[in-house]
């Protein structure tokens, strides 16, 4: 593609709201990663319409980065477009009841919504760190909890619409971190979840609680991407890797964490390089010892470093 072209008619579409050759060491919670081509935060539903209609014309590939969670960009970086949705944060009680939340919306927020509003049914993503579209895009979950329980409707924006399209649940394929049936480049812009009514204090005790758990069983000392691997079927990554003796194994500035063996953590200086490199250890090595095959949570997106 053309550098110039894309910068030139990104900035007459968006104007400051790109910046060209922006690091994603400073875009994702690994805190490594190579430059994008263009970071956009669009403004609202009619600037993201035009500029995935945009990209869908010139061919340009995107990705929702979000708040960068559950995201590892290679050290070379990345081709085309990065788009963070942090503009849209409207969250709201309806009735029902049910609770409305735009994708760039945090958990702690959700979560603060709900307590504060006595509502129950998802006290399960306390803790899990990110976004409302990251969230819904890989049906995030804890334990038998899933957004896939939970979701009432999903809200899309799909390249070259003018508007975004409503989606029942019903009408997605939700699966074990993994959200399907959308168009292609199609960016989530919003859900609507189900709730209980409940009462504020009982809300707070279960939050409380999954806190409690999460600050005793994972590592929240050091830049990570959450869990790296998915749970294999009636296993855990974490106790499989674990097992084959790689806790607190390192490369370079990253560490398969002592606290929980299915998180990587930056230690400092760490490279995207680092990081996929304990990746492959803890895959080759778990397949040949106990004979599973691993697969990643976490995204990887972008070019090797030349």
Known sequence: MSTSTLQRELSELLGERVVFDAPMSRHTSLRVGGPVEALVTPADRPALAALLALCKRRGWPHLVAGSGFNLLVRDGGLDGVAIKLSAFRALERRAGPRVAAEAGVSHASLTGLCTKSGLAGLEFGAGIPGTIGGWVAMNAG?????????????????????????LDAADLDFRYRELHGTAPGSVIVGAVFRVEQSTPEAVQAEVDALLAQRAGSQPLDAPSCGSVFKNPPGDFAGRLIETVGLKGTRVGGAEISPTHANFIVNRGGATAADVLGLIETARERVAREAGVELETEVRIVGRNEA
């Open 142 to 166: 804890i334990g038998p909890r899933e957004v896939k329980d939970v979701v009432e409707s999903v809200e899309l924006q799909v390249p070259g619409e003018d508007a975004p399209r409503t």
